[in-house]
């Protein structure tokens, strides 16, 4: 896989095209998508290692991207430590025993790499498929983001109970953060180990915070994780939603590629970074409901300003929204892979 279009740029190689995928490729978009999930609970989906490959090569088979992301959540870990998790339809993730107190905080597992082979059994599935077509993408949710979920016990917009606990009771916030971030160093290195070819780090949250509280209570613990990990060979993408504001503390944590969101001019910030840090990004996901002739000419406008600047992987500056047309996306993907530097 060194040789695949994706590694390759994210190694800040050069590539004769940027190579494409796509966050949540693989969802709700897809007729193909549902045609799984309505004989089964994402759970179930997610723990099963036949079904989590069938879903894994959908955008394989259908779209023709250059790399596969492994079907899971970023709650696994969070769950495996000890969260009563469930997924409602429409609501979305539920723990029903919500991280409130210091006893919450000590009753949490952190040995339980055991819990989680299911991912593994998966990796080596999707890997006898794809049969080296293209590299396939490990993940996991950044501690502050897993931790918001545990400490409000689900989605929430403004984050109230996961801030109180920062402001309040930092030291407790430190623990619970410490020991996300060692379960999700180890649960990166047990993919990477099962044989994913790159990892990311999502930080889905991240946006919620001031720089102050961002820079002790998420980024220490990408650095911490990222410090960790089995990497050689094995690029590590960094994301979260915010990117463009806290890029320049995302690379003190050296990870190989960060994946950028749309508020931001991607040349501006490629070349503000360290030499030797790829960015992956950083189309408005919006663009894709747009007519195809606007797609083509707002990929093509991205593709020309970054022509010169090897370490450029295409994404959506966050993930594919489960209402755009299939077939804007395939189109996409199609124009992307006629496009040459």
């Known amino acids: ?9 994210a190694f800040s190689e050069k590539t004769e095209r940027p190579p494409v995928w796509m966050m949540r490729q693989a969802g709700r978009f897809m007729k193909e998508y549902w045609d799984i999930k309505n004989k089964y609970s994402f759970l179930e989906m997610c723990k099963t290692p036949e079904l989590a490959a069938d879903v894994t090569m959908l955008p394989v088979n259908l779209l023709g991207i250059d790399g596969a992301i492994l079907f899971s959540d970023i709650l696994v870990t969070g769950e495996a430590m000890g969260g009563d998790l469930s997924f409602t339809q429409g609501v979305g993730p539920k723990f029903a025993n919500p991280v409130r107190t210091q006893a919450d905080v000590d009753n949490l597992q952190t040995d339980v790499s055991h819990k989680l082979q299911y991912v593994a059994d998966a990796i080596k599935v999707i890997q006898q498929r794809l049969n080296g077509r293209i590299p396939l993408i490990g993940f996991a949710g950044a501690p502050f ?11 929430s917009k403004d984050f109230k109970l996961t801030k109180l606990m920062l402001h309040n009771e930092p030291q407790m916030a430190h623990q619970l953060l410490s020991k996300i971030a060692a379960v999700t160093a180890d649960y990166l290195n ?19 915070l001031a720089w102050d509280d961002y820079k ?14 089995n990497r050689k060979d094995i690029p590590v993408i960094s994301f979260c939603k915010g990117s463009s504001v806290f890029a320049p503390l995302m690379a003190e944590a050296k990870p190989d590629v960060i994946s950028i969101d749309w508020n931001v001019d991607l040349l501006d910030i490629k070349q503000r970074l360290p030499k030797g840090i790829a960015v992956q990004g950083n189309l408005d996901p919006h663009i894709l409901y747009a007519d195809k002739k606007v797609i083509k000419e707002r990929i093509y406008r991205l593709f020309d300003r970054m022509k010169d600047e090897p370490g450029f992987i295409f994404n959506l500056g966050h993930g594919i929204m489960p209402d755009i047309p299939f077939d804007n996306v395939k189109y996409a993907v199609d124009i992307i892979k006629e496009y040459s530097y």
Do not use: C, P
């Open 216 to 229: 002790e209570f998420s980024h220490r613990y990408i650095t911490e994780i990222i410090s960790r990990l």
């Open 145 to 155: 983001t897993v931790m918001s979920y545990l400490v409000e016990g689900g989605s």
């Open 190 to 208: 047990m993919q990477i180990a099962a044989g994913v070819n790159a990892v990311q780090i999502f930080d889905s949250w991240a946006q919620a």
């Open 1 to 9: 896989m060194r040789d695949s279009l994706l590694i390759k740029a």
